[in-house]
């Protein structure tokens, strides 16, 4: 297996705090959001972990210099931001043929990830990904989802102004080598891909969603990295 820890983003909505630190080395207690996800990319047997980087790059390139984790890392940076489909199509030689993780490292998740590999792995072979969703809060800062009894996705819209319910996307997904493949010839000569907005509405009905009674928490704004760690202090 394999995964891809999106970790690029600018951190705007951390004001001066994203000026200093890129989201990914943010501290929740002792630990960075980086260091929890490869952490928890170990536990369930990742072999290879691929990280985007762009903004304040050479931090995140110290620091895992510095830290070295017992886990193959390749980090591919982006000059230029391709998006969130855009990395995952740039990096399809480092991934073919695996089960794939793709998470945005800007969220504390408290759920067990073996649980959603299970549940990947029983799912029905029509189903060509899993997406994790937890029920938020703040449901029009979120993709909104709407499923059946079977799990299946439905309908799904991106931070709608009028939120239908408050059963969101955490932006964790497993990726089936059979979707990879058809990805990389369905996007073939686009550049600049978003995952929620241009790969999701291709796939209703082709995605199998677990959903998570676990804190999910955007730590990219000041408002969720206080709550993120306020949680964990408990």
């Known amino acids: 297996m394999k995964a891809i820890l999106l970790s690029a983003g600018k951190g705007s909505r951390l004001g001066f705090v994203g000026k200093?630190?890129?989201?990914?080395?943010?501290?929740?207690?002792?630990?960075?959001i980086?260091?929890?996800?490869?952490?928890?990319?170990?536990?369930?047997?990742v072999s290879e972990v691929i990280i985007n980087t762009h903004h304040l790059k050479e931090k995140i390139e110290?620091?895992?210099d510095k830290k070295k984790f017992p886990i193959k890392i390749t980090l591919a940076?982006?000059?230029?931001?391709?998006?969130?489909?855009?990395t995952l199509k740039k990096n399809?030689?480092?991934?073919?043929?695996?089960t794939t993780f793709l998470i945005h490292t800007d969220n504390f998740n408290l759920e067990n990830l073996k649980n959603f590999l299970?549940?990947?792995k029983l799912r029905t072979k029509k189903f060509l990904f899993s997406?994790?969703?937890?029920y938020t809060d703040r449901p029009k800062t979120c993709g909104i989802a709407s499923i059946d009894k079977e799990g299946k996705l439905v309908?799904?819209?991106?931070?709608?102004?009028?939120?239908?319910?408050?059963?969101?996307?955490?932006?964790?997904?497993?990726?089936?080598?059979?979707f990879i493949n058809e990805f990389e010839k369905k996007f073939k000569h686009k550049k600049y891909i978003d995952f929620s907005n241009d790969v999701i509405p291709l796939y209703i009905k082709k995605i199998k969603c677990y959903v998570s009674k676990k804190n999910n928490i955007d730590i990219g704004s000041i408002y969720g990295l206080k709550k993120a760690r306020n949680i964990s202090k408990n």
């Open 20 to 32: 200093k630190i890129p989201k990914a080395l943010l501290k929740i207690k002792s630990k960075t």
């Open 62 to 64: 110290k620091y895992l």
């Open 34 to 45: 980086l260091e929890i996800w490869i952490e928890k990319m170990i536990t369930v047997g």
């Open 118 to 120: 299970n549940f990947h």
């Open 92 to 98: 399809l030689n480092l991934i073919k043929n695996n």
């Open 155 to 178: 309908s799904f819209i991106e931070k709608p102004k009028k939120p239908q319910s408050n059963l969101a996307n955490t932006a964790i997904y497993i990726l089936s080598p059979k």
């Open 77 to 86: 940076n982006e000059p230029n931001l391709l998006g969130t489909g855009g």
């Open 131 to 134: 997406m994790m969703l937890f």
